[in-house]
């Protein structure tokens, strides 16, 4: 009787095999996969979630979260390892539509965090910036809201629809550029002491009394710009989740304004 195919097999094959095979037609597999095969729409996932019993309304939520996830690069550098990081970020689910959620978070925004819109990327997504002139000064003293994201060089809000009556809204909140400020300070506040001690060598002064300066004003610049940072950071992630609270509650919208509750009241 003649040899079949699997007649030339060893009986066993050994794990180095086993491992070599299995790589071999992984990156057979990969070859013969055009990229438009690897892709998916959102209804065949939809319906592979089906098949597999996954819950379409967790999927809906997980392809939110991955459509509004924003790829934050690992800080590295001298900043962030002498200041620590320059980002805030929340999320969460509320009711309503896309255009509904960014209408009011733009009244928000612009009215009660003193804030101008930047760009408007798409449907799904706006930026703001700082108002940096006095109106935006005074107002933001007025309003009380402070500088929790009157600091940021950059406060972005995306909004994606889980179903017809949900959306997943992401804010994040940008403070590379008040680092950057509060470096500076620092270096300046070394310079200055390094003049200082300039001066003191010049006068015949101890080593360690005309070092001293030096010493002192740069450790108490970086500490301070240290800790400036940090509780700009935290106060800007505690801004973004109270806008959250706020717009879960139906309360970022545009204020009410004076004439609008005197029309009320003359309407009643």
Same mark, same amino acid.
């Given at each position: 009787?003649?040899?079949?195919?699997?007649?030339?097999?060893?009986?066993?094959?050994?794990?180095?095999?086993?491992?070599?095979?299995?790589?071999?037609?992984?990156?057979?597999?990969?070859?013969?996969?055009?990229?438009?095969?690897?892709?998916?729409?959102?209804?065949? *996932?939809?319906?592979?979630?089906?098949?597999?019993?996954?819950?379409?309304?967790?999927?809906?939520?997980?392809?939110?979260?991955?459509?509004?996830?924003?790829a934050v690069p690992e800080?590295?550098?001298?900043?962030?390892?002498?200041?620590?990081?320059?980002?805030?970020?929340?999320?969460?689910?509320?009711?309503?539509?896309?255009?509904?959620? *960014?209408?009011?978070?733009?009244?928000?925004?612009?009215?009660?965090?003193?804030?101008?819109?930047?760009?408007?990327?798409?449907?799904?997504?706006?930026v703001w910036e700082a108002?940096?002139?006095?109106?935006?000064?005074?107002?933001?003293?007025?309003?009380?809201?402070?500088?929790?994201?009157?600091?940021?060089?950059?406060?972005?809000?995306?909004?994606?629809?889980?179903?017809?009556?949900?959306?997943?809204?992401?804010?994040?909140?940008?403070?590379?550029?008040?680092?950057?400020?509060?470096?500076?300070?620092?270096?300046?506040?070394?310079?200055?002491?390094?003049?200082?001690?300039?001066?003191?060598?010049?006068?015949?002064?101890?080593?360690?009394?005309?070092?001293?300066?030096?010493?002192?004003?740069?450790?108490?610049?970086?500490?301070?710009?240290?800790?400036?940072?940090?509780?700009?950071?935290?106060?800007?992630?505690?801004?973004?989740?109270q806008v959250l609270d706020?717009?879960?509650?139906?309360?970022?919208?545009?204020?009410?304004?004076?004439?609008?509750?005197?029309?009320?009241?003359?309407?009643?």
């Amino acid at each position: 009787m003649p040899d079949g195919p699997d007649n030339n097999l060893p009986a066993k094959i050994d794990r180095a095999a086993v491992d070599r095979v299995l790589a071999r037609a992984a990156q057979l597999q990969a070859e013969g996969t055009t990229d438009t095969q690897e892709q998916l729409t959102e209804a065949q *996932l939809l319906d592979l979630a089906k098949e597999v019993g996954l819950d379409p309304v967790n999927l809906r939520q997980a392809l939110a979260e991955e459509r509004t996830r924003v790829a934050v690069p690992e800080e590295h550098g001298v900043l962030a390892a002498l200041y620590g990081g320059s980002c805030a970020s929340a999320q969460r689910t509320v009711r309503g539509t896309p255009a509904q959620v *960014l209408k009011a978070l733009d009244d928000w925004m612009q009215r009660q965090e003193c804030l101008v819109v930047q760009r408007y990327h798409s449907t799904e997504r706006i930026v703001w910036e700082a108002r940096r002139d006095l109106v935006g000064t005074v107002r933001r003293a007025v309003s009380g809201r402070g500088q929790a994201l009157g600091r940021a060089s950059s406060v972005s809000a995306t909004a994606i629809a889980v179903d017809d009556s949900r959306v997943l809204v992401r804010l994040d909140a940008q403070l590379a550029g008040y680092r950057a400020l509060m470096a500076q300070q620092n270096v300046a506040a070394t310079a200055g002491g390094a003049v200082a001690a300039g001066v003191l060598t010049v006068l015949s002064f101890p080593v360690l009394a005309a070092a001293s300066p030096l010493v002192l004003l740069s450790a108490a610049a970086f500490a301070t710009g240290r800790a400036s940072q940090r509780r700009s950071v935290e106060r800007a992630q505690v801004a973004l989740e109270q806008v959250l609270d706020r717009l879960e509650r139906g309360e970022a919208g545009r204020p009410p304004t004076f004439l609008g509750m005197l029309s009320a009241v003359v309407r009643g």
